[in-house]
């Protein structure tokens, strides 16, 4: 056991945490871990205790992100299904109803990603994170799911018809990165909301009800 | 009919119960591990807290800090009356489906 103030678990590890924690639970929960740490799993696991840390902190972070996530890598994975099963003539210059409707959904799902978690948090950071995360991790699902459906649909009529729409390179990886930066602008846009109606709404308050 | 009890609710809801005073997030984790056995993660106890709370089957309320926690502060919990109906209900649910077997089973009978 050790009680010593000096075993710390990575700074950026904790900001993280607490960034992405509600204003009622950042003490008690980052305490609780802190002391779990210090008292259990320094003793127990030595230098490994940070990557316990670490794998608990992606907890709070994935817990607090994955529904925005999965509901971003959906959209991006029905897109790549529809344009598959369904082709339809995209042309230079004009924009096809389904590109407006999936662009949109997805603008929709990283702003409110990034205002719901501003707003939870009480804190701009939390949202920006929380969009970064949203945005990355729903790539992550879209490649998934890509590869999914590919397991499932790989006859050389699907590969003409994939390469038809843009190519196995484009949903596997080229779309997924090229939003990173995009849900990280969106989700910013929606932080600022968030952060503004939480200040106005004053859900910084911690829950002190006593029991 | 009070609310339906997962087996992890159930088993964070008597660890609070067995913790009595003492029934703050750290020990109600360690409760919860001892008891199932298993490395159970910090956030699912959090996740599951916040869950009991929503529906009214727990209250809690904010204690002191200590050092160790660099003075934060313990979140400590207790049962509302509706989440001890709730672990009596779901005791009294497994008890029924059980009735008339003996424990532990023995292997199934087959089909020969």
Redo the contacts between chains.
């Keep these: 056991m050790t ?1 010593d ?1 000096s075993t710390l678990p990575p700074r950026w590890a904790e900001s993280l945490l607490r960034m992405m924690l509600r204003p009622a ?1 950042r ?10 740490y ?3 799993i320094v003793p127990a696991l030595g230098a490994r205790a940070d990557r316990w840390y670490v ?2 902190v992606g ?2 972070v994935l ?1 607090a992100t994955w529904p925005w996530a999965a509901l971003a890598g959906g959209i991006l994975v029905g897109r790549y299904l529809l344009d598959t099963l369904a082709p339809v003539q995209y042309t230079r210059g004009i924009r096809h109803p389904r590109s407006t409707i999936m662009s949109w959904a997805l603008i929709a799902t990283y702003a409110l990603g990034g205002c719901w978690q501003a707003w939870r948090t009480a804190r701009l950071s939390g949202g920006i994170v929380g969009a970064f995360v949203t945005t990355a991790l729903g790539g992550a699902l879209s490649s998934l799911g890509t590869v999914l459906c590919l397991a499932v649909w790989h006859d050389p009529q699907m590969w003409r018809a994939i390469q038809g729409s843009g190519g196995i390179e484009e949903a596997l990886y080229g779309v997924p990165l090229m939003l990173v930066p995009v849900g990280v602008l969106v989700g910013t846009v929606g932080a600022t909301f968030g952060r503004t109606a939480a200040a106005i709404y004053d859900v910084s308050k ?6 | 009919m009070a609310d339906v009890l997962g087996a992890f609710e159930q088993a964070v809801l008597l660890a609070i119960v067995r913790l009595g005073d003492d029934a703050y997030g750290r020990a109600i984790l360690k409760e919860a591990q001892a008891r199932l056995d298993r490395d159970v993660a910090a956030g699912a106890v959090h996740a599951t807290l916040d869950r009991l709370e929503h529906k009214r089957l727990i209250v809690s309320r904010l204690g002191s800090g200590t050092p160790v926690r660099a003075g934060r502060a313990r979140r400590y919990y207790r049962p509302l009356p509706a989440g001890i109906r709730a672990l009596n209900d779901a005791r009294a649910a497994v008890d029924h489906i059980w009735r008339g077997l003996k424990w532990p089973l023995v292997k199934a009978r087959s089909f020969a």
Excluded at chain 1, 27 to 36: A, C, F, P, T
């Design positions: 009680d103030p639970d003490e008690s929960i980052s305490g609780d871990l802190l002391e779990e210090r008292q259990s794998r608990q907890w709070y817990r911690p829950n002190t009800k006593s029991a």
